[in-house]
């Protein structure tokens, strides 16, 4: 069960980076290594990465909600019971 944990950890480590990686190379405000680490910053900060529209306190939406369950369901008990 523990394998199975490591490989949906390093699944969904990896999906991010590539996620970054191309949100970054297709941005132009993003090309300078100092502008991603600031986007970075921002996103930890409060967690924002979570929300659509973080500035948005009425109704922020949950932008990675639906991103997460996708990658939580291979971690069904089901799928630890393989």
Known sequence: ASQRIH??????GSTAVGVLM???ASTLEYQAQEARKEYAEYQL???HFIYEDP????????FCLS????????ISPQFLAK
């Open 7 to 12: 490989e949906w950890q390093a699944a969904f």
């Open 22 to 24: 191309a949100f970054f």
């Open 45 to 47: 900060q409060d967690c």
């Open 55 to 62: 500035n948005n306190e009425e109704q922020p939406g949950a």
């Open 67 to 74: 991103t997460c369950c996708a990658f939580l369901l291979p």
